[in-house]
């Protein structure tokens, strides 16, 4: 998630990851409002919608979207998003409403403050670099308002994409009465319609462009209409694309469907907007797997609610505390908090209530080595978030596990580039599984590499913008922040924090986002990398916070979060040639930025492995041998790299 940053060259304002299927996009934790008694306005003059523009300087200005809830309890939550991604997400931190004044803050972002009435709130945006910038929010933007996010250069014609995002009925009008397809597909994959479903917060265009003959079920990237309006939560698009006739029921390749993004979106209104017009809760999504398993499986109280399904309570844990005196381990069986004591440090095996899990006398192996030469063969995943089920059938019908999930890789080396928190519902069977395997590789003489990507620092900051609801409870049960449950007296919390963010294996480096080209004019090595990252790793440890090397290995072009290979300002194939060389490589390895499938970039000299294993349906691993790359997919079948 990810999420939405302006760094001090104010080049960019991003919602940190975005998929094919962003049902990733889900509310999250809500903060309760203060101080409501003496404000000026009522509660409910915010609740809604709101857009605006965020001045970079001159040149640029940038869309911004609030949305604000009001909970059955009366507490007000906050979210907040760049307009590009067409849906406010961030959930606003300690919200202030007083004296017609809000403020509130963003995690690790910055801070906002302003005056507020029922149609205008005008104020400033404070950035984590320390920047002072204008931000202004209407109910509803004029086409003015808008427009400067466009026609900074007064030179450049406005496009038709732009043009949706306006709401100009006359422009489009225009466009498809010279003679343009309505139905095309772009450059990118996409029909006016889901540029329309995605922009148009109006839905006035998306009304257009269905009544002039937009097919609703024209599917781009494998994706239907009605889904891609479930994922963005747009429930008038979704009942405008029913009303013309929209299939929805319609199951992709990829086992999608609209009832399968409400769930796992948790989005209630839009399920029952889905059930009410017919969508088939028994429906086949795969191999007899219906919604209503998938529902139980998500184990959502409120989805279950609406599907009128028992809610038992959430199953989790251990979460294991050490000291001298041996291991504590907490467990979470059906709401109710098991503690187990007396655990000494020896290897053993604990178990409770079905659910195990291997201890080891040394928690971890730390990785001491950053470069790995005369490895015979090397396999490489990214991005697992909470995926246990989809992780552990990649492994096995790809021989690196065995059937019984033991190591079977021999003397090979798996890399895990990162992300394994936040998003799914198994985070913890993940990260246990992972700790155990390490220690079965390098018995067998292979190496295990799990490095840190941007949500496992995040979670470890407290950043938990993205967590499952699943480790909210857990955390309310056991009584703790969820990240005081991986501090360095943790098993996990300790093993989590001997983790590198890069490795170099052969000729081959790997890390979660990228590396920066300008690592080769700071003259960084890969240790450097690796040391400060980790010595600056949880940022309220340090009594002076992190310096500035800290902090840009940190920060959007860290490696943890670099996206310029394949999106923005992306880097030239030059400046690849050159990073390559400055640290002896042949090519670098990365997952973060989700593609449908493993790809090659950069004639082969940027591999990206993050094949959305995150929606639990698809999954791929990149595999090495004799100089050939390879991919094999969640079946095991064997595919040429692309």
Excluded at 212 to 221: E, H, I, M, R, Y
Excluded at 458 to 470: D, Y
Excluded at 521 to 550: A, M, V
Aim: net charge neutral; hydrophobic share 35%; charged share 20%.
């Amino acid at each position: 998630m990810n999420m939405f940053r302006i760094n001090t060259n104010f080049k960019k304002l991003s919602i940190r990851y975005i998929t094919f299927s962003i049902m990733t996009l889900w509310l999250l934790n809500s903060q309760s409002i203060q101080g409501q008694e003496s404000s000026q306005i009522s509660i409910d003059a915010i609740v809604g919608n709101w857009e605006g523009n965020i001045v970079v300087n001159e040149q640029k200005t940038v869309g911004i979207l609030w949305r604000f809830e009001l909970s059955d309890t009366g507490k007000l939550s906050g979210y907040m998003g760049p307009a590009s991604k067409g849906i406010a997400t961030l959930p606003m931190q300690d919200i202030t409403f007083s004296e017609s004044t809000l403020k509130f803050t963003i995690h690790s972002e910055g801070n906002y403050a302003g005056t507020i009435s029922d149609k205008k709130i005008t104020g400033n945006w404070h950035s984590a670099s320390g920047k002072v910038l204008p931000l202004n929010m209407a109910r509803k933007l004029t086409k003015e308002e808008i427009s400067t996010r466009f026609t900074s250069n007064k030179t450049k014609k406005v496009s038709i994409y732009e043009h949706i995002q306006l709401g100009d009925i006359t422009a489009i009008s225009s466009f498809l009465n010279t003679g343009n397809d309505i139905n095309a597909i772009n450059k990118d994959g996409y029909s006016l319609l889901f540029y329309a479903i995605k922009n148009d917060r109006s839905h006035k265009v998306t009304t257009y462009l269905l009544n002039q003959g937009a097919n609703p079920n024209l599917n781009c990237k494998n994706i239907s209409p009605l889904m891609y309006a479930v994922a963005y939560q747009n429930h008038t698009v979704i009942k405008e694309l029913i009303n013309h006739n929209a299939d929805i029921n319609y199951v992709s390749d990829d086992k999608q469907s609209a009832l399968v993004f409400a769930i796992k979106g948790r989005d209630t209104k839009a399920l029952q907007l889905l059930l009410d017009h017919g969508a088939n809760l028994t429906q086949e999504i795969k191999d007899g797997y219906t919604a209503i398993d998938l529902a139980k499986k998500e184990n959502s109280r409120e989805v279950l609610e609406v599907l009128n399904l028992p809610y038992e309570g959430i199953s989790d844990g251990p979460y294991i505390q050490e000291s001298e005196m041996g291991r504590v381990a907490t467990w979470i069986h059906k709401g109710k908090v098991f503690v187990q004591e007396n655990i000494t440090k020896a290897s053993q095996t604990i178990q409770y209530q079905g659910a195990k899990v291997t201890l080891h006398e040394n928690s971890s192996i730390k990785e001491e080595k950053i470069t790995y030469t005369n490895v015979s063969k090397i396999a490489a995943i990214s991005d697992i978030h909470g995926q246990y089920d989809t992780f552990i059938t990649l492994l096995k019908n790809n021989n690196i596990i065995t059937q019984d999930e033991k190591w079977n890789f021999g003397e090979g080396h798996l890399v895990v580039a990162g992300d394994i928190f936040d998003r799914g519902p198994q985070v913890t069977e993940v990260l246990w599984f992972l700790y155990d395997l390490e220690k079965q590789a390098a018995k067998s003489g292979g190496k295990l590499h799990v490095l840190l990507g941007n949500h496992d620092v995040m979670v470890l900051n407290g950043n938990l913008r993205s967590v499952h609801p699943k480790y909210t409870e857990t955390a309310t049960i056991i009584g703790k922040p969820f990240e005081e449950l991986f501090t360095s007296e943790t098993v996990l919390g300790n093993w989590l924090r001997t983790r590198p963010v890069v490795i170099k294996i052969n000729t081959m480096l790997f890390t979660h986002g990228g590396l920066h080209p300008d690592m080769v004019t700071k003259n960084i090595s890969l240790q450097h990398i690796n040391t400060e990252f980790t010595n600056q790793l949880i940022e309220s440890e340090l009594p002076n916070g992190r310096n500035e090397l800290g902090t840009y290995l940190h920060r959007e072009n860290g490696p943890i979060y670099y996206r310029g290979y394949f999106q923005g300002e992306t880097v030239k194939e030059a400046a690849i040639d050159q990073l390559l060389q400055y640290y002896d490589a042949s090519a670098i390895v990365v997952g973060h930025t989700t593609h449908r499938h493993i790809e090659s970039r950069y004639n082969g000299k940027v591999i990206v492995i993050d094949a959305n294993m995150k929606s639990g349906e698809m999954a791929e691993i990149l595999l090495w041998e004799s100089d050939t790359f390879i991919r094999g997919n969640l079946t095991g079948e064997k595919l040429q790299l692309k």
